[in-house]
């Protein structure tokens, strides 16, 4: 992951979510108008060479880069994969045409698709379309998953229905089905970092950020002090990594976990334990502070979920990883201000992510104090 | 010499007025935006209030950390010279502590409240 990224919901920065990135309105807002029903219609009628019904057509953005449209299409017989139905229930993901994607969105479907196929819950997508002429953008139709996604409703759905070790457990299994996988079979368009160490890079990385601060903040040069003496050797097996696995980019239903959502940051290599780790991260706990992984539980379930698809838990590798994902966000929090004052993106939100820097280093403080090694 | 309202007091109607008035009105699509002004506005208003202080105190220990006075802004600069390159663990432990104290005290502004955890 780049850190101090001008866009404020990327995979690699400060994203979407309750408190950061500028927020609905920003971006394309589709309003389920009839041109985008027939370009829908269009393009799936000609994929699945089917007569195709766009229904119930409706916009549901939360304030994403990306617009996601819902809806129902109504086919005159059945696909020939499949469940037999006539409507299905859908999701079309709008990409914005301005913006330089991180991964080819087909390299995207693609590792959505692998991981689906190992048993990560991922919904399943039908196709890919780059033509930008059927709905603005380039997009792909995947099924649609009901369920909870906006974390705060995600933690009270769990509290409510008692799921919280339940959902860290199949997080920790659905990261250790996708680290399974041969990486030599991700899509090979899918971003590459490289064979070196994974976290020397990102070490690297945040050295660059830094130095890119508009002032010095010795929190953050103890924290890269720190993670330079405990730097740890390259990973004894690098796998796929999804790159942004947290409570925000799930959906939850009353029975778990349904889905792990935006894979748009997904690497070919990398350390598996900074995939394990950036969901325990204080921030992604939504208050609940005490619950390790993403407000739901600690991480004893995850950990097990995480051993039992095959993964090898490394504690001190994934402190360290805690440690450099904790200072990565407050650096793109900082670089989010200095985007807004030099005008790259001025937005309001985007300049008070400047004022929340002193929580990250609060938070990279705590992880930094000596005895703090076990899990909280 | 400005007349009252003073600033914290300013800050605080901008900021009831953005929440209790504003935000109710607006498009939904603004709504995020207008929340986050009238946060930023509580925060000015408590960086109005707490701020001097802070900035005196925060002076006065890295002055101790770093043995000689100087102007804030160096005194950071110094400081973090030295922590990110630095092999004196005695000294990083005694700024581990200083700095707590002194972020502690940028959350007084920034987020009340945040410095509640002290885990990892």
Redesign the interface.
Known sequence: MTTAAARPDAGTGPSAGPDAGPGPGVGPAPDGSPDLAVGLADFLGTTWDRRVTIANLSSSSAGARRSNLLFDAQLDRPLDTGTGATTLHLVATILPTSEIQLNPITAEADVRGLAEQAGVPVPHIHAVCLDDSYVGGPFFVSDRVDGESVPRRVLRLVHEHGLGERVAAQMGEALGRLHAVDPALAPAELIDPGPGNPAELALAAADEAAAELLAPRPAISLGLRWLERHLPSPPPRRTIVHYDVRNGNLIVGPDGLRAVLDWEGARRQGDPMEDVAWPSLRMWRFREDEREIGGFAGREPYVAGYEAAGGTFDAERFHWWKVLGTLRWGLGLAGQAAAHLDGRFVNVVMAASGRRVPELEWDLLMLLRPDSMGGD | MQYRPNAAELLQTIADLLEVEVLPAVP??????VR??G??AR?LERESRLGPAADRNEQHLLAGLLGHEGEL?DQ??E???R????EDRAF??E??QV??E???A??AV??PG???????
């Open positions: 939904p699509a603004l709504a995020h935006r986050v002004a946060n930023l925060i802004a950071r600069a400081l973090s010279r922590l990110r390159t630095g990083e432990a700024a581990w700095l707590v002194v972020v502690r940028d959350l920034a987020k945040h410095d509640r955890w002290e885990g990892s």
